[in-house]
């Protein structure tokens, strides 16, 4: 698992907004962008080539 002030610090590589974990998808979130990126084992890929894009909710 992530270390908490390991996540304190990164920030949405595109906004430099601050980032919510995702446990259960294992993706560290940017709302404000609605971007998802990647945690591959316990390394959050912050490329945003490598993000998901989030889904607008209906």
């Known amino acids: 698992m992530l270390d908490k002030k390991l996540l304190e610090m990164l920030v ?3 906004c430099k ?3 919510s974990l995702d446990r259960q998808a294992q993706e560290l979130v940017c709302e404000k962008e609605q971007l998802a990126f990647p ?3 316990d390394i959050p890929v912050m490329l945003i080539d ?3 894009q989030i ?3 209906v």
Do not use: M, N, W, Y
Request: hydrophobic residues 20%; proline residues 13%.
């Open 12 to 14: 949405c590589p595109q």
């Open 55 to 57: 889904p607008d909710e």
């Open 39 to 41: 945690i591959r084992d």
């Open 50 to 52: 490598e993000a998901r």
């Open 17 to 19: 907004g601050t980032l």
